[in-house]
């Protein structure tokens, strides 16, 4: 982020990310995707996690981290590789945080199931767990386990990422 100038436009901006303090700018070495325009940056979180804990020295829990992308089902199956990879790279870094000792409690990747985005319904999904409808046709709602629920769920059981 940068000051506020008085010609920013943040007419393409969510609401969050508006304030007449600051100016959310694009970080040219990290890579944009279709949802996260801002990039994605692993050890941010790494750096975040710190500077928190520097400032207020409390246990640390992780309770919103994911992916968010527009799934798309083939032959009743999500192949969700990039949601594999950003949870990989985030987990990587929150081992690093307990590793040096810091007091991490949990970490919780958004979300578990797919759910309404406030501004763009279902076509921005973050879930381990697909939910087999649209923004229009609710269709069957069937929930189906996508390539990352079982990544995952192998984590959590070997307590490891390989």
Known sequence: VRAKRKDDDTSHMPPFFVSDQFYVVRNTKLKPTEWMHFGIDPEGLYIGMRAIYDRYHLPMII???????????????????????????????????????????????????????????????????????TNTDPMDCKRIKKDSFYWYQNVIKNGCIS
Not at 85 to 114: I, T
């Open 63 to 133: 309770t919103e981290n994911g992916m968010a992308y527009s799934d798309m089902l083939e032959d009743g199956h999500i192949h969700d590789v990039y949601r594999i990879d950003y949870l990989e790279k985030h987990l990587v870094q929150v081992a690093r945080l307990v590793d040096e000792g810091y007091p991490v409690l949990g970490y919780c990747p958004w979300s578990f199931v797919d759910l309404v985005s406030t501004h763009e319904g279902f076509g921005k999904r973050y879930g381990l767990v697909y939910v087999n409808r």
